[in-house]
């Protein structure tokens, strides 16, 4: 397999990857919502920061972020 072969399964791997995380993670920040107390608080940061976190793998493996020019 070349480079530019294995670079677009890696690509296409972090677009899958970001999208079920993104999803997965959404919906339990969803069903765990309401639920009261500091652990749970600290629960629902953790959770909106992993779908934060998969939604920036998801744009880099699109090539939106990350894709500069080369330096002068």
Do not use: Y
């Amino acid at each position: 397999m070349t480079g530019p072969m294995i670079a677009n399964i890696e690509r296409v791997g972090a677009i899958a990857g970001g999208i079920v995380v993104f999803f997965v993670s959404a919906v339990a920040l969803k069903n765990d919502w309401k639920t009261p107390g500091l652990d749970n608080q600290f629960f629902k940061i953790m959770l909106a920061l992993l779908a934060f976190g998969a939604l920036i793998a998801l744009l880099a493996g699109a090539h939106v972020l990350g894709n500069f020019g080369k330096a002068a």
